[in-house]
Nanobody, 115 residues
Framework: QVQLVESGGGLVQPGGSLRLSCAVS????????MGWLRQAPGKQRELVAS???????YFAESVKGRFTISVDGAKNMVYLQMNRLKPEDTAVYSC?????????WGQGTQVTVSS
């Protein structure tokens, strides 16, 4: 079964940067889309970024210009580079992979932006 394991979360100061990594148990080329979601306590889940097999990307308006998503097919890895972080970016970030309309999810990693 497909497994995804996130890493790279932690505490960072406002304005700082952090890179999240997602290790995928199967080839990233086998998925139609991959990306990242986040959810903070008391708030609904939000799609942060996604990338399709053709290389098309999507970013939530709240993170556009600050976050970048990338895939390393040779390493079966998906990354989320987060720059100029804000306190409102604090949330649990989970990566996902979708194939044949079936999504697979990771356990998530906590990102806390605070001084």
């Amino acid at each position: 079964q497909v497994q995804l394991v996130e890493s790279g979360g932690g505490l960072v100061q406002p304005g700082g940067s952090l890179r999240l990594s997602c290790a995928v148990s199967e080839s990233t080329f086998s998925f139609s889309s991959m990306g990242w979601l986040r959810q903070a306590p008391g708030k609904q889940r939000e799609l942060v970024a996604s990338i399709t097999g053709t290389g098309d990307t999507y970013f939530a308006e709240s993170v556009k210009g600050r976050f970048t998503i990338s895939v390393d097919g040779a390493k079966n890895m998906v990354y989320l580079q987060m720059n100029r972080l804000k306190p409102e970016d604090t949330a649990v970030y989970s990566c996902y992979a979708d194939r044949k309309f079936t999504p697979y999810w990771g356990q998530g990693t906590q990102v806390t932006v605070s001084s």
